[in-house]
């Protein structure tokens, strides 16, 4: 423990034993220096801050003038509970170890001259430049920026006085999102050793002894449900399962078989929400509207065209005039609509092309966010009346720029991209306040048969 005073060193020690007599196995740092990543997935009240907070603080004291990065999803979470929760890292100190805390940069300085830093993971860009021995990263699955993981990795390039390698200890509740899937398709796809991972998962259940009765009362309606899984058990859902749109809703339209009159022609913009269009991607996306009486209605929708590329403004101008003078199903026809949100670069582009002489609509979602929009259309995916082409070579499979389109909308809102989603929501929209698209039960034909000769049945409840 460096030059920490003896009375120190037995405080330390005395709180050392408390903890490996109280934690369970699953909330102990794995021993060795091969790997390089230790991922904690586990359900709400499960121990994950305390472990975290419990190996920054040992490694610190034993890793004299070392630097430790403390990450978490906001500055409320840095500050309140990773440094001065009931469970955090000051918690775990006693007070003469420590030397300086500034409460409002959330940086922690040990008498052996360990440091600690706090960190948003909101603020990759923050990450770049300072480097670390360990870092431990809160509720991971919370991060709103995959970038944070990358510069925080680049950082950890220091080895310790007694010369341990840099680890981090990642603790979270699990979302299927890419910065955790990312680690655990590494992780079953190379095996621990050779990627260098440890993952440790576990259940509310097993810290039961510590956590209110009435906690426990409240999470018990969620048994059974995905949330449930997620929230309680750890568990890892796929994007694809838990996502608004499912896969299995998308019909395809068999590759021989030739493209339906088109009666309405919708193209769907969704443009970087600055005019710095460099910085963003832009997607695009066509659609069809179609009659096809079926059970569920009497107009299908067909995806006709996609992509999402980074532009500047010009490029962008010039690529939505090309699109317009594209020309779709027999007879051939140019869009009627060409669909913008009404935002940022949307209001510029949408301008420009108005003078150019395209048929623009503005695209108000008013106070809807991303996820509203999304269920507000997603029965009409899941009752039948959206198609995409079959590919010409691997027959039951979408064609290969469609395979994008369909991932992103599964995966939402999980994924780290979004902007087919913003594409689609917006001209299903479209096209149903106009009439185009709806589901319509049709009513089978016995039901417009009645039995003269069987009387009116009694209501069994009148008495």
């Given at each position: 423990?460096?030059?920490?005073?003896?009375?120190?060193?037995?405080?330390?020690?005395?709180?050392?034993?408390?903890?490996?007599?109280?934690?369970?196995?699953?909330?102990l740092t794995p021993p060795g220096e091969w790997w390089n990543t230790w991922l904690v997935m586990a359900g709400r009240g499960f121990g994950k801050t305390r472990l975290g907070a419990e190996d920054v603080v040992w490694y610190g004291v034993n890793?004299?003038?070392?630097?430790?990065?403390?990450?978490?999803?906001?500055?409320?979470?840095?500050?309140?509970?990773?440094?001065?929760?009931?469970?955090?890292?000051?918690?775990?100190?006693?007070?003469?170890?420590?030397?300086?805390?500034?409460?409002?940069?959330?940086?922690?300085?040990?008498?052996?001259?360990?440091?600690?830093?706090?960190?948003?993971?909101?603020?990759?860009?923050?990450?770049?430049?300072?480097?670390?021995?360990?870092?431990?990263?809160?509720?991971?699955?919370?991060?709103?920026?995959?970038?944070?993981?990358?510069?925080?990795?680049?950082?950890?390039?220091?080895?310790?006085?007694?010369?341990?390698?840099?680890?981090?200890?990642?603790?979270?509740?699990?979302?299927?999102?890419?910065?955790?899937?990312?680690?655990?398709?590494?992780?079953?796809?190379?095996?621990?050793?050779?990627?260098?991972?440890?993952?440790?998962?576990?259940?509310?259940?097993?810290?039961?002894?510590?956590?209110?009765?009435?906690?426990?009362?409240?999470?018990?309606?969620?048994?059974?449900?995905?949330?449930?899984?997620?929230?309680?058990?750890?568990?890892?859902?796929?994007?694809?399962?838990?996502?608004?749109?499912?896969?299995?809703?998308?019909?395809?339209?068999?590759?021989?078989?030739?493209?339906?009159?088109?009666?309405?022609?919708?193209?769907?913009?969704?443009?970087?929400?600055?005019?710095?269009?460099?910085?963003?991607?832009?997607?695009?996306?066509?659609?069809?509207?179609?009659?096809?009486?079926?059970?569920?209605?009497?107009?299908?929708?067909?995806?006709?065209?996609?992509?999402?590329?980074?532009?500047?403004?010009?490029?962008?101008?010039?690529?939505?005039?090309?699109?317009?003078?594209?020309?779709?199903?027999?007879?051939?026809?140019?869009?009627?609509?060409?669909?913008?949100?009404?935002?940022?670069?949307?209001?510029?582009?949408?301008?420009?092309?108005?003078?150019?002489?395209?048929?623009?609509?503005?695209?108000?979602?008013?106070?809807?966010?991303?996820?509203?929009?999304?269920?507000?259309?997603s029965h009409l995916f899941a009752n039948g009346a959206f198609y995409v082409p079959e590919s010409m070579v691997r027959r039951g499979s979408p064609r290969d720029w469609v395979e994008p389109f369909i991932t992103q909308l599964c995966t939402f809102?999980?994924?780290?991209?979004?902007?087919?989603?913003?594409?689609?929501?917006?001209?299903?929209?479209?096209?149903?306040?106009?009439?185009?698209?709806?589901?319509?039960?049709?009513?089978?034909?016995?039901?417009?048969?009645?039995?003269?000769?069987?009387?009116?049945?009694?209501?069994?409840?009148a008495a």
């Amino acid at each position: 423990m460096g030059q920490i005073a003896v009375d120190l060193r037995l405080e330390m020690g005395r709180r050392r034993m408390a903890w490996l007599e109280e934690a369970r196995a699953k909330q102990l740092t794995p021993p060795g220096e091969w790997w390089n990543t230790w991922l904690v997935m586990a359900g709400r009240g499960f121990g994950k801050t305390r472990l975290g907070a419990e190996d920054v603080v040992w490694y610190g004291v034993n890793e004299p003038e070392t630097r430790i990065a403390v990450v978490a999803p906001t500055f409320a979470d840095v500050q309140k509970v990773c440094f001065e929760g009931d469970s955090g890292i000051i918690s775990r100190l006693p007070g003469k170890m420590i030397q300086k805390y500034n409460r409002s940069t959330a940086e922690l300085t040990l008498v052996n001259g360990t440091m600690y830093f706090g960190f948003v993971a909101t603020e990759p860009e923050r990450l770049r430049g300072p480097q670390f021995h360990r870092a431990w990263c809160d509720e991971v699955a919370a991060w709103e920026h995959p970038d944070t993981m990358d510069m925080l990795n680049f950082g950890l390039r220091l080895v310790s006085p007694s010369g341990k390698g840099p680890q981090k200890i990642l603790t979270t509740t699990p979302k299927p999102v890419p910065i955790i899937s990312t680690i655990v398709n590494k992780w079953k796809t190379k095996g621990p050793e050779e990627s260098g991972i440890i993952i440790t998962t576990g259940s509310t259940h097993e810290n039961k002894k510590h956590l209110a009765p009435s906690f426990f009362k409240e999470i018990t309606q969620y048994e059974g449900t995905e949330l449930g899984r997620q929230e309680i058990y750890g568990e890892l859902l796929d994007m694809e399962n838990a996502g608004i749109f499912k896969r299995k809703w998308f019909k395809l339209w068999p590759a021989k078989k030739a493209l339906p009159r088109l009666e309405y022609i919708v193209q769907s913009w969704d443009t970087a929400f600055t005019q710095r269009t460099h910085s963003d991607p832009t997607a695009y996306a066509t659609f069809g509207a179609f009659q096809i009486p079926n059970q569920y209605g009497k107009w299908g929708v067909m995806l006709l065209d996609c992509w999402s590329e980074k532009l500047e403004f010009p490029e962008l101008r010039k690529k939505a005039i090309e699109e317009y003078n594209s020309e779709y199903g027999t007879p051939p026809r140019r869009p009627d609509a060409v669909l913008i949100e009404a935002k940022g670069s949307g209001l510029s582009l949408m301008q420009e092309l108005r003078i150019a002489g395209l048929p623009i609509r503005s695209y108000n979602p008013g106070r809807a966010d991303k996820v509203q929009r999304a269920h507000a259309v997603s029965h009409l995916f899941a009752n039948g009346a959206f198609y995409v082409p079959e590919s010409m070579v691997r027959r039951g499979s979408p064609r290969d720029w469609v395979e994008p389109f369909i991932t992103q909308l599964c995966t939402f809102p999980y994924a780290q991209n979004d902007d087919y989603v913003d594409v689609a929501t917006q001209a299903m929209k479209h096209l149903s306040n106009n009439e185009f698209v709806r589901v319509e039960t049709i009513r089978p034909e016995w039901e417009d048969y009645v039995d003269d000769d069987v009387n009116d049945l009694a209501n069994p409840y009148a008495a």
